[in-house]
């Protein structure tokens, strides 16, 4: 069943004809001012939603206050992101529900969405199912999820588990580099799983300038994940060039 969130999501989708900007802010990295400042500045220009979490995220309550915050202070979905059950907390908008499908840990796969699910009810989330996918290696999500990494160059690899994940009734998927990633994922890759998913695609990791986006945007993702280019250079400039550069991009 199809929630508000999702079909906001696919809405925005349609009237903006291009690919949606999502913001990770990681509660861990940001305290609760910053991230309020950072997310009104990028709903001003133009991003979809925010994600909240991330893969080492452990302090649910600085993560709760962080969400309190967020709720009051913008309107765009705030989507939890969580790396383990300690990311699902009261008053988003909606979670990633997520099986990182490529993990050798059976815990991330399945386990954990048991033990966190009973909570997501609770708290009233919109779960949005979503197949993670962790491209490359040496990343923190990577080691945190005992990721067996998909090579970069291997995009049929990535495609066959998309596609995996269609079959299963996911409705998102996640091509995800990392957090930091020397590299983002390649636009070859984006191409070869948009031709056999039809759900959302989104793809994270490594972006940092319009370029990329671009290329990633005209491959088929309908959202790209901006953090820790944010987090380090404490800047909007590039957000702005990224948000702009891929407005160009029609689908």
Do not use: C
């Not at 499908?101 to 009973?118: H, K, M, R, V, W």
């Not at 009233?124 to 990343?139: D, F, R």
């Not at 998309?162 to 580099?177: I, K, P, T």
């Not at 039809?198 to 990329?212: E, H, Y």
């Amino acid at each position: 069943m199809t929630g508000h969130v999702e079909t906001y999501l696919k809405s925005q989708l349609k009237k903006q004809k291009t690919a949606l900007l999502f913001v990770l802010i990681d509660s861990e990295v940001s305290n609760i001012n910053s991230s309020v400042k950072l997310a009104k500045d990028v709903e001003r220009i133009g991003a979809s939603a925010i994600l909240v979490g991330g893969s080492s995220v452990t302090d649910q309550i600085e993560l709760a206050e962080v969400v309190k915050n967020l709720k009051k202070a913008v309107k765009i979905p705030k989507i939890l992101f969580p790396g383990n059950i300690t990311g699902v907390v009261p008053q988003a908008d909606a979670i990633l529900f997520s099986s990182l499908l490529n993990s050798e840990n059976p815990y991330f796969i399945s386990q954990a969405q048991a033990l966190g699910a009973p909570n997501v009810l609770k708290y009233g989330l919109e779960p949005l199912p979503t197949a993670y996918l962790v491209i490359g290696e040496g990343t923190s999500t990577w080691f945190v999820g005992s990721a067996r990494g998909i090579p970069f160059d291997k995009p049929k690899i990535a495609a066959a588990y998309s596609l995996a994940a269609q079959f299963l009734g996911m409705r998102f998927v996640y091509l995800e580099a990392g957090s930091g990633a020397a590299s983002s994922v390649k636009p070859e890759m984006v191409r070869m799983v948009r031709e056999v998913f039809k759900g959302f695609l989104i793809v994270g990791g490594g972006i940092r300038d319009p370029i990329t986006a671009k290329k990633i945007v005209s491959a088929g993702a309908d959202a790209i994940v901006i953090g820790t280019l944010l987090e380090k250079n404490n800047s909007l400039k590039n957000f702005t060039a990224i948000a702009k550069a891929i407005r160009t991009i029609k689908k």
